[in-house]
Nanobody, 116 residues
Framework: QVQLVESGGGLVQPGGSLRLSCAAS????????MSWYRQTPGKERELVAT????????NYADSVKGRFTISRDNAKKTVFLQMNSLKPEDTAVYYC???WGKGDYWGQGTQVTISS
């Protein structure tokens, strides 16, 4: 079955960097776009970034443009989110996602906390 496993979250000071990873299995990874979302308590899940199946096109939420970079390694079936210049408002649980057919698949999430 489809599995998405995020890693790389943690506690970082404002201005710092983190790199999130999402390891995929159970489907042909290279055929599908991948996304990162984030969610804070009491708020709806927010789309952060999306990358097309070959990695040729990426899109970002306005709030992260210029600071975050989404990338993928189709050979390793992994999608990444490089997060730089982190701000306290980036604090959230970050989720990996893919949608295809009738499926909408999510990982378990990884906590990112930005605090001094």
């Amino acid at each position: 079955q489809v599995q998405l496993v995020e890693s790389g979250g943690g506690l970082v000071q404002p201005g710092g960097s983190l790199r999130l990873s999402c390891a995929a299995s159970g489907f042909t990874f290279s055929l599908y776009a991948m996304s990162w979302y984030r969610q804070t308590p009491g708020k709806e899940r927010e789309l952060v970034a999306t990358i097309t199946r070959a990695g040729g096109t990426t899109n970002y939420a306005d709030s992260v443009k210029g600071r975050f970079t989404i990338s993928r390694d189709n050979a390793k079936k992994t999608v990444f989110l490089q997060m730089n210049s982190l701000k306290p408002e980036d604090t959230a649980v970050y989720y990996c996602n893919t949608k295809w057919g009738k499926g909408d698949y999510w990982g378990q999430g990884t906590q990112v906390t930005i605090s001094s």
